[in-house]
């Protein structure tokens, strides 16, 4: 049978990812058409401006192009420890970065994740349970394709979430199962909240079988608590889930007051019997941080308390697909293995590293004060990650008129942004939210020089437009 669109496999039509829907075809139209369009859709740092550090891509160009390593004029354009960083790489792959790597990732590569791992968070680390990925995603779905076996198996994911959770649910044919985060409470997770849903699940037969956590959240910017984490930790070991924690925005942290705790330091903190069974999968990429290498599609995940021949099974899967990114692999190593106080490349890294954190900081502080100065728009801070979230309370002038166009209200609202301002965004409607409320996000990632008139143009839309649709009764709200 040809390929057509009915013969299409049903799972591939239902799965939906907004980062890249209407709202991001629309804006590339415009861009075509000649239109200067701020892409804050997607959460791609370099593509906004960030320059790449310098340190680790002096490593992958040597790795890259070894015979540059045999130059006799190699010391005038790269730093001795750069090169090397580079012999080491080179020396942990079998033939270069042309030649497959093990389906694991590199073991000297994993052995550093490892090391970095134990660093972290104070406990030993098993790089044979590490896997490296191209990107996180590639892990998340790897680990979703072994735990979904159909539609009887449900998986808890935070409402609002990341879309790469309910597009992969979907596209293997499994159950999302939906926790909502509260608002309210800058978007805490409340486990009587968790403890419902599983209730309601298992009351239509679902199985469920593992729980994601987005940490820092994505779109959503909060960093949970320890209390809270060992809370659901506690909940995972009762009710027999697989953590799967989402960690990629882990060095994204725009406060003090809570810093990234990993889950897998809370899990080895609670001792036995907590931390000798509940199952854990960390993820973490080079795509985030003060990295944004998204294009290198590089990240691991780490197992705990993962049965060994799940693991072997794992392992089978991911020989499919055969290696994943050498050069992607080093970024990774690098990320985890940085350069250390006394070397030469130490302190133009620490620079550049505390430059990029610290204009981070100081734009999720400028956007959300900007977003809490507009008329009917309300935000919490953006503790880590790099997103912004507001609500958007429409009048129901607004909500009648997309109605009319045939849109969803908060699609209307940012296509409407999009056509006014150039500033492309994704409708909450897009990560899930409660009903009849609205939102957005945005990323943080804009030129911080950009800012203030990137939220002025935002202000001046967001305010003509509840003018021209208020009728001064009967806001969308919380
Ligand atoms: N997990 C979360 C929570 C993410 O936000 C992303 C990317 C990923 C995993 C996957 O990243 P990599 O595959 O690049 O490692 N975030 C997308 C987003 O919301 N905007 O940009 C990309």
Not at 34 to 39: E, L, Q, R
Not at 40 to 52: D, E, I, M, R, S
Not at 71 to 81: C, I, K
Not at 245 to 256: A, K, L, R, S, T
Request: charged share 20%.
């Amino acid at each position: 049978m040809a390929l057509s669109y009915d013969s299409l496999n049903e799972n591939v039509k239902k799965c939906q990812y907004a980062v890249r829907g209407e709202l991001y075809l629309r804006a590339s139209e415009l861009q075509k058409e000649g239109k200067k369009i701020i892409f804050t859709n997607v959460g791609n740092p370099h593509a906004l401006g960030q320059k790449p550090l310098t340190f680790p891509r002096q490593v992958v160009a040597l790795c890259q192009a070894p015979f540059l390593l045999d130059d006799p004029n190699v010391g005038m354009l790269f730093p001795a420890d750069a090169i090397a960083r580079a012999k080491h790489y080179l020396s942990l792959t079998s033939g270069g970065l042309g030649a497959y790597s093990d389906s694991r990732g590199l073991p000297g590569v994993r052995k550093e994740v490892a090391e970095f791992i134990e660093r972290r968070d104070g406990y030993p680390s098993d790089p044979e349970l590490i896997f490296l990925t191209d990107g996180a995603s590639k892990g998340v779905m790897q680990i979703l394709n072994c735990v979904i076996r159909g539609d009887g198996d449900g998986i808890l994911v935070p409402v609002p979430q990341y879309p790469l959770y309910s597009a992969t649910i979907s596209l293997l044919g499994g159950s999302l199962v939906p926790y909502y985060l509260d608002e309210s409470e800058n978007w805490g997770l409340d486990v009587d909240n968790l403890r419902q849903s599983v209730a309601q699940a298992r009351s239509q037969g679902i199985t469920v079988k593992a729980m994601v956590i987005i940490n820092p959240g994505n779109p959503t910017g909060q960093c949970l608590s320890e209390a809270n984490l060992r809370e659901i930790l506690k909940f995972c070991y009762n009710e027999k889930l697989v953590l799967l924690g989402d960690e990629v925005y882990q060095q994204n942290i725009y406060q003090d007051e809570r810093p990234f705790i990993s889950s897998k330091k809370v899990l080895m903190d609670m001792g036995s019997p907590f931390s000798k069974e509940v199952q854990l999968v960390s993820f973490h990429t080079v795509s985030k941080g003060y990295w944004g290498e998204c294009g290198q599609r590089g990240g691991y995940f780490e197992m705990t308390n993962i049965p060994p021949r799940v693991v072997e099974e794992i392992y089978k899967v991911a020989s499919i697909a055969l290696s994943p990114n050498v050069s992607a692999q080093i970024f990774m190593g690098l990320m985890v293995s940085p350069p250390k106080p006394g070397d030469i490349s130490y302190d133009q890294f620490a620079r550049e590293s505390k430059g990029i954190l610290e204009s981070l900081r100081r734009r999720a502080r400028i956007m959300t004060d900007g977003f809490n100065s507009c008329k009917n728009v309300v935000c919490n801070f953006t503790e880590g990650a790099m997103y912004s979230f507001p609500q958007i309370r429409l009048p129901p002038g607004a909500i009648q008129a997309a109605k009319q166009a045939g849109k969803v209200p908060d699609v209307f609202y940012c296509l409407k942004l999009l056509e006014a301002t150039g500033i492309s965004t994704v409708p909450g409607s897009g990560f899930g939210q409660k009903e009849g409320v609205f939102h957005l996000r945005t990323t943080i990632l804009p030129a911080e020089e950009e800012m203030p008139e990137i939220m002025d143009s935002f202000k001046k839309f967001n305010d003509e437009f509840m003018t021209q649709y208020d009728n001064n009764f009967g806001y969308s709200r919380m």
